[in-house]
């Protein structure tokens, strides 16, 4: 039983996608008889479900070495696609705190959007945004993290727009959405062009490539390192891609401090995840350090 609770805990954005799933027959005309509640009340219990499976891995891998497993996506030809997850302590304990905040922040929404119309949209909209965090501290590829930030930008874009009859916020979604587009397109560069020179898009397998010295020339390093940094840039509103934060805060106040205080957070941890690939360019980690002080000292 104790096992268990590890080997499935990639069940855990399941969850959150079970609840989103749940509150659409509270959308707008399609379900009125009961109101909208409901759809918040089952993202509530999914969420705990969610917390709870996450805390109880979490003790039993404690101190014990990382697990791996692989979920085939796609295989054709010479295509091969497979999801592979690193269940530790560090990525359990993360998902841990997303679903931990998750959960207040659903519990400070039931008061206050309790008079919105878009009561089940906006716990719909959380529940997929806490999927795909969730999602990407489990992902140990490059390529779906990528793809799993791509969503967590799309749950900017609908979380932010929600009062989409509000002129600012409409403003402030799309400039969301446009800024961290600028980013995603030099990220999408960079793992488009890592793939043949590594080999693999496995974080693990990047990393015991970075450590054998590739022979790169230093512009290659540089440009590719630049291309790696420029989507987290987007994701963590670091300058100069840092104007679309200030805006956002015309989204409701749940899903701001969430966002604040655990979005943001997740373009680091693709940072984190590829550091031995940055640090094959001094001039990346020069350029990383000098970001970092200017959006700290500087930023909004």
Not at 165 to 187: E, M
């Amino acid at each position: 039983m104790p096992q268990y609770w590890i080997e499935t805990v990639w069940l855990v954005p399941c969850y959150s996608l079970l609840g989103a799933l749940l509150t659409i027959p509270w959308s707008p005309g399609i379900l009125r008889l009961t109101g909208p509640r409901p759809a918040g009340y089952i993202n509530l219990l999914m969420t705990l479900f969610s917390f709870i499976h996450s805390v109880n891995a979490l003790v039993r891998i404690w101190g014990q070495p990382a697990q791996h497993i692989s979920l085939t996506w796609l295989q054709v030809a010479h295509l091969d696609l497979t999801l592979p997850l690193e269940l530790s302590a560090l990525s359990i304990g993360a998902m841990a705190l997303v679903t931990g905040l998750n959960f207040m922040s659903q519990l400070y929404a039931v008061g206050y959007m309790e008079m919105d119309w878009g009561w089940a949209r906006f716990f719909g909209f959380l529940a997929f945004f806490e999927a795909g965090m969730c999602a990407l501290v489990l992902c140990n590829s490059l390529f779906f993290s990528f793809m799993i930030l791509e969503i967590l930008t799309l749950g900017t874009y609908v979380l932010v727009g929600l009062w989409f009859s509000q002129s600012l916020v409409v403003t402030g979604a799309r400039d969301a959405f446009l800024t961290k587009r600028v980013g995603d397109l030099l990220l999408l560069m960079g793992v488009l062009a890592l793939l043949p020179l590594a080999g693999t898009w496995n974080f693990d397998e990047l990393a015991q490539w970075a450590q054998n010295n590739p022979q790169l020339p230093p512009g290659t390093a540089t440009l590719l390192g630049l291309s790696l940094i420029a989507g987290p840039m987007g994701k963590c509103a670091q300058f100069p891609l840092h104007l679309w934060l200030d805006e956002a805060m015309e989204g409701p106040l749940p899903s701001t401090i969430l966002r604040n205080s655990v979005v943001v957070a997740t373009g680091a941890w693709v940072l984190i995840k590829l550091e031995p690939v940055l640090a094959l360019s001094p001039v990346v980690l020069t350029t990383m350090i000098a970001i970092g002080s200017v959006s700290a000292v500087c930023g909004t």
